[in-house]
């Protein structure tokens, strides 16, 4: 019997050091060597070295000269501590007048066309940094007006900053909202 404890207690503290310490700095050293931006968050620095945010968090936009972001259900909004969704079913009367209020604003911003799914839903988790191609071009007219550009320029900046399908087939097409922004503020300033 106590050669049994003792063996337990030595297997413990053995698989705990393994697999409790060693394993995860290991693991954490390699991707630091092999994968160094995405081991760090995809952290996104502005030209002072003062972080912007993430590129792999969404972050909340409400200016109308900027793309804005899906509804968020994490916390209070974009709240990385508390990621998730509302677990509101589609027949819930909260989520219905979310929606519907939702689609309303949106259609006073550009009456007659179709409003994109992704821009008045919220994804599982909440902090989903981007939003479909469709989603972007539908704001395309509200940014250029409030920025006072051309629609095709902030169409081809769209554009420019779409990504595919990665690999070709995992995926879908998607314009990461913050990056977006970024480039709009490099190339036509900043909108007070």
Do not use: C
């Not at 413990?12 to 630091?32: E, F, H, K, R």
């Not at 590129?55 to 972001?69: D, N, T, V």
């Amino acid at each position: 019997m106590k050669k049994n404890l003792i063996t337990a207690i030595l297997m413990t503290i053995a698989t705990t050091v393994l697999l409790g310490i060693l394993y995860p700095l290991l693991v954490t050293g390699l991707a630091q060597v092999i994968f160094p931006k995405q081991a760090n968050g995809g952290l996104i620095r502005g030209k002072d070295g003062v972080v912007i945010g993430s590129r792999l968090i969404g972050q909340p936009f409400s200016g109308p000269g900027y793309f804005h972001s899906r509804p968020s259900n994490a916390g209070a909004g974009y709240d990385a501590t508390a990621s998730g969704g509302s677990n509101l079913g589609p027949t819930n009367a909260q989520l219905i007048a979310r929606v519907n209020g939702d689609v309303a604003k949106l259609q006073a911003e550009n009456p007659g066309v179709p409003i994109p799914i992704d821009l008045v839903t919220s994804s599982a988790s909440g902090l989903d940094p981007h939003i479909t191609p469709a989603a972007a071009e539908f704001q395309i007219r509200r940014v250029a007006a409030e920025r006072k550009i051309s629609e095709d320029e902030v169409a081809r900046l769209v554009v420019e900053n779409s990504e595919d399908r990665q690999w070709g087939f995992l995926g879908e097409p998607r314009v990461n909202v913050l990056e977006l922004n970024i480039a709009l503020d490099a190339r036509y300033g900043r909108v007070r």
